[in-house]
């Protein structure tokens, strides 16, 4: 079961509540993030009874629903007892300047600690019992030792400041959170099913697979689906961020959450609602959220070390100058709770995964599916790029172009091409069919289908092998080529690919392949260039069609005529310079290239499941516009956890220093506290909204 808790200011409450549950017989498994507001747990108990240990602990919670944002109430509650025990610390102030009143003042102050500290209290009293000292544990002892040495305002005002600052992290950190919501509530919940009634609106969760719906302009696709009738162009930015709309006809896929521009369409249901891309994106998104960057585990182990020690410390800074005659005990219990407020690591412990929330999920926004804080990370330090050729940096959709036949007429090559192409999944192989699928010619039957990886294709007729492919191939067998080098050349310097098709004696003809640049490609490379990144492309493809490819797109390097694993040597090359190394690409035969590379980027995503859950890097387009775009924000994530961790710990130092010399007020120990909190998560938050 899936849980959004509300209510939890720092990681160590998270903690709490997992410490909490883990020590109760009936839960099996339990795992809470801070980050995500998410707890997810497996148990023998009833819905009821897991609320109300939520509840016990002081939280609030509500079951994930995927489609509707939670109940606001708790928070507008919350801001309630937040006011009236302000209201009660001002009243207390105000009557202690007047002697008739004065008397009073101490009960006022008492009201305010106990409306606006019940609820921490709570959760202190838990921590505590589980072992673990949370901010709460730590915030309440603080006000607890503040009455003790008689100083109730100072006790109100802790209390006071903890709860605003509470109220003003949770409502940031709630902002953050709901930047997926607002990914989940891109689908329309309704859809125009179509019966033999006529249209009927059906709830999305009611609608089948099979079923066709109607979409009219204007409105949001609310399923996936492919187009039966109708022509129209699609915007699906909210999902690929794509920047413009694409168009679709019959038998065109249209996915959940992009909108419908033009025409209307009638859509056959191929998902159901619990499995559309959108829904996909969504659950890797949270999914990524939850992993932990290495920075972040790192401060974690931190934070478990460094809490004992300073609670440690405090305790021994109370005790043994006393002791020692050196002082009242009053005043070293004091700068003792003091060191206990400053021992909140709070601000350092979120200053990584409020900033990896942000990045993942404006990514997310944006089209980009980054699978974790690490891959982030990762992509912020990237100083090259490898690109696969064919389908990533080119359309992928070749064409042929040309037929060269001397002796032989083009109908004969093309069938003979075509009956070896029909068994690769090569897009060279898929442009030769629909070449001949044009001109009506029939595949020969054929025998004995083989992959060259990398060369070609081949295959058996009438008990003679032909093949199809590159020079490579011919020249491995030792076929003559000398009258074809001007024909090679020349299409290559246009950026063609040839593909020589004969048997193991002589070329019978030669068929022209171009696939164009996309244009996305070109702006893409020349952003990269300005943010620093070599763009370098790698291909199977010949000398010749690679170098011209290369020039006309902008690349830094080309190496040409690789096969898959020289590919692997690439990618190696390139990290042998230091170099932190990307690549994309479409996992065809490039998958080890690709598990190679530092980061692994697929694009397409939307159309494929595959790429979307294998890759580190998922750009939902099938192009590359948002790629600079994810460059740009992973590296100012990496700025923003590096202000943020050199903020929290200068912080902390500067309180721990206004100790000694007696500068330090318990209140101003909890505000820097909750103040370097509130800010790191403000300044995460910008990430929000980076484009
Ligand atoms: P890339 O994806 O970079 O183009 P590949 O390894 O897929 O690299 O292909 C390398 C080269 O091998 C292609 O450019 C083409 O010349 C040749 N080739 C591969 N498969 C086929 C095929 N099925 N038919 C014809 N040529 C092929
Ligand atoms: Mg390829």
Redesign the pocket.
Known sequence: MEFDIEGMDCSSCAKSIEKHFRALPWVSHIEVHFASGKMRIAHGGTLEGVLKEIRLLGYQAALSSRTKVGNKKSSVWKNNLMLLSGFFLLWGWISSFFPSTAAYATMLYAVSMVIGGWKPARSAYYAVKNRSLDMNALMVGAAIGAVVIGEWLEGAVVVWLFALGNWLQNRTMERTRNSIRELMDLAPGEAWVKTEQGLVRKPVEKVQVGQVIVIKPGEKIPLDGRVTTGTTSVNQAPITGESIPVDKAVGDEVYAGSVNEEGSIEVEVTRLVQDTALAKIIHLVEEAQEKQAPTQSFMDRFARVYTPIVFGTSVLLTLIPPLLGAGEWKEWLYRGLELLVIACPCALVISTPVAIVSAIGNAAKNGVLIKGGTYLEMAGKLKAIAF????TLTEGKPRVAQIIVPDTDEEKVLSI?RT??EH??????QA?IEEADRRGIASLGGADHK???????QAAVDQRVYY??????FEEKNVPLDAWKKHLETLQSMGH???LVGTDEEILGLIA?SDVIRETSKDTIRRLKQDGIQSVM?????EG?ARKIASDAGLDQYHA????EE?VQAVKNLQQQGWKVGMV??G???APALATADLGIAMGGVGTDTAMETADVVLMADNLEQLPFTIRLSRKALTIIKQNIVFSVLVKLAALALIFPNWLTLWIAVMSDTGAALLVILNSMRLLRMR
């Open positions: 696969d050729k064919t389908g091409a070896i192409e690769s999944r090569h897009p060279i192989a030769i992959t060259l990886v990398g060369k070609g294709a199809a492919g590159n020079e490579k191939l690919t040839p593909v392949v790698l291909t199977g493809d010949q069609t005529e690789l096969l898959p590919k690409g479409d065809m035969n490039d």
